[in-house]
């Protein structure tokens, strides 16, 4: 069974910046748009940025636009963001995935990202 494995998160201060990484350890999501995505306590998790299949095209949140980057290595199996400019309001766990419901396993741990103010 695919599993993710999400790491790289920890306590940094605004304006700090953060590298997050997301394991496969599967090939099946070399093929696939995947996604980092972020909850807090009481809220639905939302997407915050997607990179496709070939690594080409991504998409950005408002929220985090011009901020985050999305990255994907192929030989490592490995999706990245790299979040600067960190705000309080980025605090969350984060979690990466496919993008289609169809197509996602079960979601991991996730790693927790807080930025003090």
Do not use: H
Not at 11 to 18: A, D, E, F, K
Not at 26 to 34: A, N, P, T
Request: with cysteine; proline share 3%.
């Amino acid at each position: 069974q695919v599993q993710l494995v999400e790491s790289g998160g920890g306590l940094v201060q605004t304006g700090g910046s953060l590298r997050l990484s997301c394991a496969a350890s599967g090939s099946i999501f070399r093929g696939l748009l995947m996604a980092w995505y972020r909850q807090t306590p009481g809220n639905q998790r939302e997407l915050v940025a997607s990179i496709s299949a070939g690594g080409s095209f991504t998409n950005y949140a408002d929220s985090v636009k011009g901020r985050f980057i999305i990255s994907r290595d192929y030989a490592k199996n490995t999706v990245y963001l790299q979040m600067n400019s960190l705000k309080p309001e980025d605090t969350a766990v984060y979690y990466c995935n496919a993008v289609s419901p169809s197509q996602r396993a079960d979601w991991g741990q996730g790693t927790r990202v807080t930025v003090s103010s």
